[in-house]
T-cell receptor, first 113, second 111 residues
Framework: DGGITQSPKYLFRKEGQNVTLSCEQN?????MYWYRQDPGQGLRLIYY???????QKGDIAEGYSVSREKKESFPLTVTSAQKNPTAFYLC????????????FGPGTRLLVL | GQNIDQPTEMTATEGAIVQINCTYQ??????LFWYQQHAGEAPTFLSY????GLEEKGRFSSFLSRSKGYSYLLLKELQMKDSASYLC????????????FGKGTKLSVIP
């Protein structure tokens, strides 16, 4: 089965702690994305990557970092600089970045202790 | 800037038809998507419109008017499982590689 997996489903962060959210896809897609979803808000783009070893900041990149060392993997680190990290985080991928349908993983809910 | 407007909530009766509207003001236009999202789950792709007109896919149809900056999603023969949020998203701008999402419309289907 082709698809996108995210782990963990729930993640708890302590003050001052960095945490990493995993995103893996076996769809052979070039492009991958991270979104943040808050209640009553639309999805907001954090980072995106068009191809391996390349990534760009989205609209709300402050306090986050990413890497793209492998085509199938695009992990997101929520750093201690992100002061309001509680949200639902969604990873997506598409064949390319040009007007292609984005397919989403199941999401990770991050909570602050 | 980019602005996408959808109603916040709608309620409809099982078996009925409901239309969810989306209006957008963006710098350029390269296509409009509709996604369905059940609470706590991932958005799933419903439809993609890039040209004016109606696209039909089973019980779901999507319409686009580029001159009016307007789209709607039409759901027929509503079922309880259609209770979800419906997200409108637009690719905009020359060579834009980013989707801009509306805040979503929460649809409640009642018996």
């Amino acid at each position: 089965d082709g698809g996108i997996t995210q782990s963990p489903k729930y993640l708890f962060r302590k003050e001052g702690q960095n945490v990493t959210l995993s995103c893996e896809q076996n769809l052979n897609h070039d492009a991958m994305y991270w979104y943040r979803q808050d209640p009553g808000q639309g999805l907001r783009l954090i980072y995106y990557s068009q191809i391996v070893n390349d990534f760009q900041k989205g609209d709300i990149a402050e306090g986050y970092s990413v890497s793209r060392e492998k085509k199938e993997s695009f992990p997101l680190t929520v750093t201690s600089a992100q002061k309001n990290p509680t949200a639902f985080y969604l990873c997506a991928s598409s064949n390319t970045m040009y007007q292609e349908t984005q397919y989403f993983g199941p999401g990770t809910r991050l909570l602050v202790l | 800037g980019q602005n996408i407007d959808q109603p916040t909530e709608m309620t409809a009766t099982e078996g009925a038809i409901v239309q969810i509207n989306c209006t957008y003001q963006t710098s350029g236009f390269n296509g409009l998507f509709w996604y369905q999202q059940h609470a706590g789950e991932a958005p799933t792709f419903l439809s993609y419109n890039v040209l004016d007109g109606l696209e039909e896919k089973g019980r779901f149809s999507s319409f686009l008017s580029r001159s009016k900056g307007y789209s709607y999603l039409l759901l027929k023969e509503l079922q309880m499982k259609d209770s979800a949020s419906y997200l409108c998203a637009v690719y905009s701008g020359a060579g834009s590689y980013q989707l801009t999402f509306g805040k979503g419309t929460k649809l409640s289907v009642i018996p």
